[in-house]
């Protein structure tokens, strides 16, 4: 079974930037779209963006649109979120996820069910 591992979450100062990963275990890694959502205290779990299984393809929730960057090393089963000008609101627990469906599928896949693998969770918290 697949696993995934979130790792890079931390403090820092409102325009700071961090970079998050997530590692997969196995050797599937690579013929799947993947996803970073986020949830912050009291509110629902919302998409931030996702890298096709090439990489090839990347989408972006637009309040993130322009400051983070969504990557993947699929020699390395790595995926990556580079976060520039970090704001407050950008603040929860940052989760990395797998699509249901191997290559092909919708695109982009911006939903919560249209993921079957997800992390535990990385803490970012941004301090005004």
């Known amino acids: 079974q697949v696993q995934l591992v979130e790792s890079g979450g931390g403090l820092v100062q409102a325009g700071g930037s961090l970079r998050l990963s997530c590692a997969a275990s196995?050797?599937?890694?690579?013929?799947?779209?993947m996803g970073w959502f986020r949830q912050a205290p009291e509110k629902e779990r919302e998409f931030v963006a996702a890298?096709?299984?090439?990489?090839?393809?990347?989408y972006y929730a637009d309040s993130v649109q322009g400051r983070f960057t969504i990557s993947r090393d699929n020699a390395k089963n790595t995926m990556y979120l580079l976060m520039n000008s970090l704001k407050p609101e950008d603040t929860a627990v940052y989760y990395c996820?797998?699509?249901?469906?191997?290559?092909?599928?919708?695109?982009?896949?911006?939903?919560?069910?249209?993921?079957?693998?997800w992390g535990q969770g990385t803490q970012v918290t941004v301090s005004s």
């Open positions: 996820a797998r699509a249901r469906v191997p290559t092909g599928g919708n695109w982009p896949m911006t939903k919560s069910d249209e993921y079957d693998r």
């Open positions: 196995g050797r599937t890694f690579r013929m799947y779209t």
């Open positions: 890298i096709s299984w090439s990489g090839s393809s990347t």
